[in-house]
């Protein structure tokens, strides 16, 4: 029997699309489950794949007739455009058609690139598309719960309770590190070590032949083939992009193309900096994450053992970082309040991730054991108490691999990395 499909939390986000926006525009890496999302856990509407060359073909000679008819063909629910970043010209067409009919929830398109990137397109259709970015699974989705709401807990007026958290269940150290190796992607998570990491890595190669250049045309994809595996041996840290173009043989210029690339591929995350003025957010000093952590593991090729004591400790400091991230990162949509995420640095102190809304700020620092003292919130109670977070409310987290939800001090707590898959539905 086959096992009943993962809920996905955005599909209430979906719902909510569908009955707001002409257009709702699904971007996220190939293999995450966009198609499942609107194929098979949708139940409504007309589905068809521009992986499909006849049409393909069809709507890039005649696409607002070809529009036209297979919207003919949809008495009820949206038209589903899977892989829509395939055309070249579903975007202007797509445009003529919600000009003709205001009625919401016409289209729904999914693709590994937002297709709406020109600036005369995405102007002329403001406030019509709904862009939603849909990522690995989460580790709440993974185990059925509900989807993390650390940002509204830490946020709460009056200050975070720790007595209104849920009791997060018990891991190793051993049993996390599976998790972060194991990564998110659906059909390859449950693989075995060695199909699995073949797996990520072809899923890479795939992406750099195919999604790559459905964004660019490149000439040099060994480079760019190169650079993921750079990046790979880089996340959790500062972007130097002089050095890291060195290190494949790329001018800067180039390197910074390539960049842009995966980014808009949403295969790489650039965490800027966090500066007390909005004007003052510096871009030029981004952290560096990819969009899942089995992926990195599998071009790194560690597994349990690359881990064990004796060890190079940094090795999983750096993964650690990027798998809190990415929770952070795929809850955002799902929280009360709109936050954005960055890090901070100055001199020797810094903060791993910062979660910004409002006048709120909440500092995120990352422990590779299940012990945490005192001395692990000296970063996040100088930035709260002598640095430029003397104006705003802060609120300090470290996450750790324990098991125990602790206090230290005001609006300072460990959380265990498994508060995160602890939340009800």
């Known amino acids: 029997m086959e096992e009943p499909l993962l809920a996905r939390h955005l599909e209430s986000e979906l719902s909510w699309a569908l009955a707001s926006a002409r257009v709702v525009n699904i971007v996220g890496p190939r293999q995450v489950g966009k198609t499942t999302l609107v194929r098979d856990l949708l139940k409504v509407g007309k589905f068809v794949t521009l992986d499909d060359e006849n049409i393909l073909a069809a709507i890039e000679a005649d696409p607002k007739t ?9 008495p009820e629910g949206p038209l ?22 205001r009625k919401m929830g016409q289209f729904v398109l999914t693709g590994s690139s937002n297709i709406f990137t020109s600036s005369h397109v995405a102007d002329s259709l403001a406030g019509r598309v709904h862009t939603m970015n849909m990522l690995p699974l ?35 150290r051993a049993e996390y590190i599976e998790l972060i190796i194991a990564g998110g992607f659906p059909e390859i998570r449950n693989l075995s070590e060695q ?10 190669d795939s992406i750099v032949e195919r999604d790559v250049a459905d964004v660019l045309k490149i000439r040099k994809l060994d480079k760019m083939r190169r650079l993921v595996d750079q990046l ?42 966090w500066t007390s003025g909005e004007t003052g957010r510096d871009v030029r000093h981004p952290k560096i994450h990819l969009v899942d952590t089995g992926i990195v593991t599998a071009l790194r090729s560690m597994n349990l053992s690359s881990f064990n004591i004796g060890a190079n400790p940094t090795a999983l400091g750096g993964l650690f970082e990027n798998f809190v ?5 795929k809850s955002l949509p799902l929280q009360d309040r709109d936050w954005r995420l960055y890090h901070w640095r100055h001199e020797k102190r810094e903060i791993d991730i910062i979660a910004e809304t409002d006048r709120t700020l909440v500092g995120f620092e990352m ?31 470290v996450v ?24 009800k539905g």
């Open 232 to 273: 790979a041996a880089r996340v959790g840290n500062e972007l130097n992009v002089s050095k890291l173009g060195e290190d494949i043989s790329v001018q800067r210029p180039t390197t910074e193309t390539y960049l842009d690339i995966l980014t808009k591929l949403t295969l790489l995350r650039r965490l800027p900096a």
């Open 400 to 423: 750790y691999m324990g098991d125990r939800v602790l206090s230290f001090g005001k609006n300072m707590f460990a959380l265990p990395l498994s508060i995160f898959w602890s939340f």
């Open 367 to 397: 422990k590779t054991s299940a012990a945490v003292d005192a001395a692990d919130f000296r970063h996040l109670i100088s930035f709260r108490d002598e640095g430029p977070g003397k104006a705003w409310n802060v609120i300090g987290i």
């Open 325 to 329: 991230h990415n929770e952070l990162w």
């Open 138 to 172: 989460s580790m709440a989705e993974i185990n059925r719960t509900g989807a993390s709401r650390v940002l509204d807990w830490a946020s709460t007026d009056g200050g975070p309770d720790p007595a209104k958290l849920p009791k997060p269940p018990v891991l190793s």
């Open 66 to 74: 070809q529009l036209d008819a297979l919207v003919a063909e949809t």
């Open 80 to 101: 589903i455009i899977d892989e829509a970043q395939r055309s070249r010209k579903l975007a202007l067409a797509l445009k003529k058609a919600v000009d003709e009919n």
């Open 195 to 204: 199909p699995r990491r073949r797996r990520y890595r072809d899923y890479i």
